[in-house]
């Protein structure tokens, strides 16, 4: 005989809330009691606690995770802005050239180059030695940034074709690429080089 007495399993029902808090305040997520996967958004760059609690109605956990929101485009202007500055949309605005090299801040960010260097921006370079022969394509890729090299044969012709594509390196360089059948004289093509942003 045995003084063991088996309790039955109780069905657990799980339950998971993630609670974001940022300074003094909590805010409320996502309660939910059925999902396996809950997403948490930020709209404000800062650091979060982000907290998961898990229960049965009797017992719970809690575990917080740390969570840093950065907001990439703030972040890169204050290495490049005084204060001053930065409370200057003329100098340190998304649409200002302050180095006057033709592009935006917002473009210098999207292109990984610097605002404050004329010298650095996004070009794309061609030589051409003799009609008929492959025209050399060059220009100053940074480092973790993906690039397309593309064309078209015309104005009024919106559908840009690739012409080749360039993986990311970790340090900045020169890419050269040809182009081993560009249009002879009369003809036109131009080209573009782009990156995609963040
Ligand atoms: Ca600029």
């Given at each position: 005989?045995?003084a063991?007495?088996?309790?039955?399993?109780r069905?657990?029902?799980?339950?998971v809330?993630?609670?974001?808090?940022?300074?003094?305040?909590t805010?409320?997520?996502?309660p939910?009691?059925?999902?396996?996967?809950?997403?948490?958004?930020f709209?404000?760059?800062?650091?979060?606690?982000?907290?998961?609690?898990?229960?049965?109605?009797?017992?719970?956990?809690?575990?917080?995770?740390?969570?840093?929101?950065?907001?990439?485009?703030?972040?890169?202007?204050?290495?490049?802005?005084?204060?001053?500055?930065?409370?200057?949309?003329?100098?340190?605005?998304?649409?200002?050239?302050?180095?006057?090299?033709?592009?935006?801040?917002?473009?210098?960010?999207?292109?990984?180059?610097?605002?404050?260097?004329?010298?650095?921006?996004?070009?794309?370079?061609?030589?051409?030695?003799?009609?008929?022969?492959?025209?050399?394509?060059?220009?100053?890729?940074?480092?973790?940034?993906?690039?397309?090299?593309?064309?078209?044969?015309?104005f009024?012709?919106?559908?840009?074709?690739?012409?080749?594509?360039?993986?990311?390196?970790?340090?900045?360089?020169?890419?050269?690429?040809?182009?081993?059948?560009?249009?002879?004289?009369?003809?036109?093509?131009?080209?573009?080089?782009?990156?995609?942003?963040?």
């Open positions: 005989m045995s063991f007495k088996q309790m039955p399993h069905k657990r029902t799980e339950f809330r993630l609670i974001i808090s940022l300074a003094r305040r805010a409320l997520l996502a939910t009691n059925t999902a396996t996967r809950t997403k948490a958004g709209t404000q760059a800062g650091v979060y606690t982000l907290r998961l609690t898990a229960g049965d109605g009797v017992f719970t956990r809690t575990a917080d995770v740390l969570v840093t929101v950065t907001n990439g485009i703030a972040t890169w202007k204050a290495q490049y802005f005084t204060a001053a500055e930065l409370a200057n949309p003329a100098i340190s605005g998304d649409a200002a050239d302050p180095d006057g090299d033709g592009h935006t801040n917002l473009q210098e960010y999207v292109a990984g180059t610097k605002p404050r260097d004329p010298a650095s921006r996004l070009e794309l370079k061609a030589e051409f030695s003799v009609s008929g022969a492959p025209l050399k394509l060059r220009f100053d890729a940074m480092a973790g940034k993906t690039y397309s090299l593309q064309f078209n044969n015309g009024g012709i919106s559908q840009w074709t690739k012409l080749a594509d360039v993986a990311p390196a970790s340090t900045n360089r020169v890419v050269e690429t040809f182009d081993f059948s560009p249009v002879i004289d009369p003809g036109l093509r131009f080209y573009r080089v782009v990156t995609p942003g963040d």
